[in-house]
């Protein structure tokens, strides 16, 4: 990274800033149909690219903002590590810092931990042109609030994602890939049961009658569990498709028909069926996607609630329907005043996130 590059972006920031102008944080634009609205100037990060440190032994990596995910992936790969979490890439163009900005993780969630969890520290550009710097390289350097794992999920409205340091792991000795006929009722039931055992379960798909169960680990504890688990044992290459075309959504049940949305719905693994229409359940349990239309939105928003969770319309909504569930006041008012903090001119990301 160039000081060049960082000098044109803070000058940038600090001028509008003055101004008043809006601007959009944008990497590759691989998720810019995520988010309320899109409003402001292009920032783009892509010119601060390239992995500036990795300790395999350490496992850990720094890499900048406008580093391509795939390209960070197959530096981890050479070493036999990876990103747990695995990150949705959609496209296969995504960037570190609208990877860490966006917060997504991907179908491992549940077993490995989310996003945020890997975030050891960053750098940003405030709204104010300041160069901060946050958190470190190693996991216990946190001390009052993680302003680090803040950055997850904010969506650029903070500031602008400079640099990231990741915790990443190594690619489990063996893998397995189980599926299994049984109704949604049954698919959570029994998740629910498999859970309270000593199974490597790394992740699960439910959809149209079909449960898809992931097992990662040891040899011997995978071997062990698809003995006693059953079902049908899926060939290697096929589960692998399966499993990338769920993490980056191009499974035929992400194909939206005219008129329909993409609705994330979060709630706890144990929650009953919200019979609402389509759906696909990930996460055991845990996360499930509907395909109903933006007016739909009272009725999913207050079946999540009654669930215990929360609805977000991921994809396919116009901008008349909010995106993101209103958060009552408490939170709302804490939102405002870090918003305020890093972005006293609300300049950054402006309606990215509903406010």
Known sequence: MTDTALERITEKIVKSAERGRALRVRGSGSKDFYGQQLHGELLDAR?????????????????????RLR????????????????????????????????????????????????VLGVRIINGRGELLTFGGQVMKNVAGYDVSRLMAGSMGTLGMIVEV?????????????????????????????WGGQPLPLNASC?????????????????????????GQRLDGERAERQWQALRDQTLPFFRLEPGEALWRVSVPDTATPLNL???????????????????????????????????????????????FTTLAEPLARIHRQIKAEFDPAGILGQGRMGF
């Open 47 to 67: 010119s601060l690219a390239g992995v500036v440190g990795y300790e395999p032994s350490e496992l850990v990596v720094t890499a900048r903002a406008g580093t």
């Open 71 to 118: 390209e960070l992936e197959a530096l981890l790969a050479e070493r036999g590590q990876c990103l747990p979490f695995e990150p949705p890439r959609f496209g296969g163009g995504g960037t570190v810092g609208g990877m860490v900005a966006a917060g997504l993780s991907g179908p491992a969630r549940a077993s490995v931990g989310a996003l945020r969890d890997y």
């Open 165 to 193: 340091s990741l915790k990443v792991l190594p690619v489990p000795p063996a893998q397995a890939t189980l599926l299994f006929d049984l109704s949604e009722t049954s698919a959570r039931q029994q998740l629910n049961r």
């Open 206 to 230: 439910w959809s149209d009658g079909q449960l898809t169960v992931r097992l990662r680990g040891a040899q011997a504890a995978v071997a062990s569990a698809c003995q006693s688990m059953g």
């Open 277 to 323: 229409g389509p759906t696909l359940i990930e996460w055991h349990g845990a996360q499930r996607w509907l395909r109903l239309p933006p007016a739909w939105a009272a009725r999913v928003r207050e079946a999540a609630a009654r669930a215990g969770g929360h609805a977000t319309l991921f994809r396919g909504g116009d901008g008349s329907v909010p995106v």
